[in-house]
């Protein structure tokens, strides 16, 4: 048989078809368009499905890593280095520029409302909860709008949060 | 650029899924890799990217990559393949349907057992069709070695098929 009748061979078998459920998240995906918008939109667009009055620290430090990751232009989505970046931007926001700043007043506002809510954990434990619950290391990004971000919140939420 | 980036998973699902899924062997990681991959895309700009679908195999793979470091290998790997099933139809043309049917079935295991580096070459090739020097930025292998690798996996294929049948 020549490589081309191979070629050919191959190219008729039918390759397995990805589930319609990952149809539906690339989809969302692509429509939220993440690159044409702000930060701050971004992140309050992704959450829309949270209801206001249960946003907890696991919803605060998943807002603050993605704020964050654009906020600065990191490629990067190791979990430790979202936490290392939250850590510094709210610790340190005049080392950053006034958009960052900006993007830091507003995510303290949502640890003061979670810490109305009398939720202890801080979100570096909570990321470090999640880790260990899943075994993946935490990349904000990639728990928006999939199923792992339904069950970081089930996995928050069977916590007493 | 969604309309670019959607168009390229309209076209090339079927390839992209199946590039994670040799490499992770788990359907679901699989489509958590591909989902990440375009999560990733949609953060950058894309605008100087020529040729979008190598670049969008490249974030596949190396989503899949990243992914199968942190998660075990699924031991029941997944196969790549959708099975068809032979339609039942009578005299010759029947006889033929189970040949070609039987044909398929040896071809596509031979491709599952390739050795991976093989293996995610002929999904490239034979059914993304892209470039060969396209492969090799996305594997980032010379092109040399993937023409290699290329025609070391077609010589196995027709071995395998050769002394089965």
């Known amino acids: 048989m020549v490589p081309q009748d191979l070629e050919n061979r191959l190219r008729g078998l039918k390759l397995r078809e990805p589930s319609p459920e990952l149809d539906n998240r690339i989809e969302r995906v692509l429509a939220n368009d993440l690159e044409s918008l702000p930060p701050n939109r971004v992140a309050s667009q992704l959450f829309t499905g949270i209801p206001g009055a249960r946003i907890s620290l696991t919803a605060a430090s998943l807002m603050l890593g993605l704020a964050v990751g654009f906020a600065i232009g990191s490629s990067r989505s190791d979990g430790h280095d979202t936490e290392l970046a939250a850590t510094a931007l709210l610790e340190h926001p005049h080392e950053f520029g006034p958009e960052e700043q900006r993007v830091s007043s507003e995510l303290r506002l949502l640890f003061l409302e979670a810490e109305k809510q009398h939720i202890g954990a801080t979100p570096q434990e909570r990321m470090a909860f999640w880790q260990e619950k899943t075994g993946e290391t935490f990349d904000v990004r990639a728990h928006v709008a999939d199923r792992r971000f339904e069950f970081c919140r089930l996995c928050h939420l069977a916590n007493g949060s | ?165």
Do not use: W
């Open chain 2, 1 to 165: 650029m969604q309309f670019r980036l959607e168009r390229v998973y309209r076209t090339n699902r079927q390839a992209l899924f199946a590039l994670a899924l040799s490499v992770t062997g788990s359907r679901e990681l699989a489509e958590d890799a591909v989902h990440d991959a375009f999560v990733r895309l949609c953060s950058n700009p894309l605008e100087e990217v020529k040729d979008l679908v190598p670049y969008v195999f490249a974030a596949v793979r190396n989503s899949a990559i990243d992914i199968g470091r942190r998660q075990a290998r699924s031991e029941t790997v997944v196969s790549l393949f959708a099975i068809d099933v032979p339609t039942s139809s009578s005299g010759e043309a029947s006889e033929q349907a189970v040949v070609r049917s039987e044909e398929d079935r040896i071809l596509r295991e031979a491709v599952e057992s390739l050795e991976p580096a093989l293996r995610e070459i002929v999904i490239l090739r034979a059914f993304a069709e892209l470039r060969m020097s396209d492969i090799a930025e996305i594997t980032k292998t010379p092109l040399k070695t993937v023409e290699t690798r290329y025609r070391r996996a077609l010589q196995t294929l027709e071995e395998r098929l050769r002394g089965q049948m």
